[in-house]
């Protein structure tokens, strides 16, 4: 697979509420769907993530607007991640962290990114437990 940048709405538990994907390993532009998306699940909605297949392990210029833009929409304070290769790191409360543990769905997110085969065996161990 071509590797691609891919969005996830993620809500209470680290439950996927809604996904897209660009045709870029480095842009992910914008979308009517996923502002409406954004906007319709905004009460149960916890944390934004994108992937950068490429790199880099943390937000670009781009990611700094938007992440502006929807803080000052939805009217409150929302998690922020990005899944890079070589690791993950989250916006909260303004700082950056970089997570130790990740996520059941940073996995799927990266195997839909096309990054590495390897997370395929780790998705595909995910669902047989």
């Known amino acids: 697979m071509k590797p691609r ?11 996927v509420l809604w996904s897209d994907a660009s045709d870029s390993p480095v842009l992910l ?10 906007w319709r699940l905004r009460g149960e909605l916890e944390e934004i993530a994108h992937s950068h ?10 990611d700094e607007t938007t992440m502006a ?12 991640s990005v899944v890079a290769p070589d690791g993950m790191v989250v916006r909260e409360d303004g700082k950056d962290v970089r997570v130790t543990q990740e996520p059941a769905w940073a996995a799927l997110l990266r195997v839909d990114s096309g990054m ?3 997370d395929l065996c780790q998705v595909q161990s995910l669902s047989v437990k």
């Open 116 to 118: 590495r085969a390897q």
């Open 5 to 15: 940048e891919v969005c996830l709405l993620i809500g209470r538990s680290g439950t």
């Open 29 to 38: 532009p914008d979308s009517r769907a996923r502002w409406e998306a954004i």
């Open 53 to 62: 297949p490429v790199g880099p392990l943390g937000f670009s210029a781009e």
């Open 69 to 80: 833009a929807l803080t000052e929409a939805l009217g409150r304070p929302m998690r922020f």
